[in-house]
């Protein structure tokens, strides 16, 4: 499955972005579906999850009850909802598939096969 990212950009603390990771290939519905982002100089981290037969989602603790993750099978996307954005959320945001169809993914990267490009997200304080 291929992944495309965008929707990213500048935007205040307190505001809000709607990233969106369009596939081509295969169906978004055979896989567990991740955001991941990483900040400069750091490692890459697990933002969300949403399981791919039973839509279930989860969370990283430091974006729980701001972020939400959702799936539109019908446009083959998955989107991630940013609100309530704080500084420490600047960095490149990327979608992945999980590593095997019809298979639960974790959180690590490791878990995951498919990557989009990245992209951007500055909040600015």
């Known amino acids: 499955v291929q992944l495309q990212a965008f929707g990213g950009g500048l935007v205040q603390a307190g505001g809000s972005l709607r990233l969106s990771c369009a596939a081509s290939?295969?169906?978004?519905?055979?896989?567990?579906m991740g955001w991941f982002r990483q900040a400069a100089g750091k490692e890459r981290e697990f933002v969300a999850r949403?399981?791919?037969?039973?839509?279930?989602?989860s969370y990283a603790d430091s974006v729980k009850g701001r972020f939400t993750i959702s799936r539109d099978s019908a446009k083959n996307t998955v989107y991630l909802q940013m609100s309530s954005l704080k500084s420490e959320d600047t960095a490149v945001y990327y979608c992945?598939?999980?590593?095997?169809?019809?298979?639960?993914?974790?959180?690590?990267?490791?878990?995951?096969?498919?990557w989009g490009q990245g992209t951007q997200v500055t909040v600015s304080s």
């Open positions: 290939g295969r169906s978004v519905s055979f896989y567990d």
């Open positions: 949403i399981s791919w037969n039973t839509l279930s989602t």
């Open positions: 992945a598939a999980g590593a095997r169809r019809f298979s639960a993914a974790g959180t690590s990267p490791t878990d995951f096969g498919s």
